[in-house]
């Protein structure tokens, strides 16, 4: 995004205020996914018994 719109003068069709808002918007909503999905995670929160435990 810097690269782009430090260099703007060559891509003058380009509208600096909206790729901002573009990618702002697309980093905000992958991130909001990403929370989302994380939340729904089965993660185990104990440790499988060991062989050991289970023989005796």
């Known amino acids: 995004l810097a690269a782009v719109l430090a260099n703007a ?3 003058a069709w380009l509208d600096p205020v909206a790729l901002f808002v573009s990618t702002i ?4 909503g992958w ?4 929370l989302w999905r994380f ?3 089965r993660v185990l929160v104990y440790d499988e ?5 289970r023989r005796s």
Request: no cysteine.
């Open 9 to 11: 003068e060559r891509w």
């Open 39 to 41: 939340s729904r995670m």
């Open 49 to 53: 018994p060991s062989e050991i435990s």
């Open 25 to 28: 918007a697309t980093v905000m």
């Open 31 to 34: 991130l909001a996914l990403e």
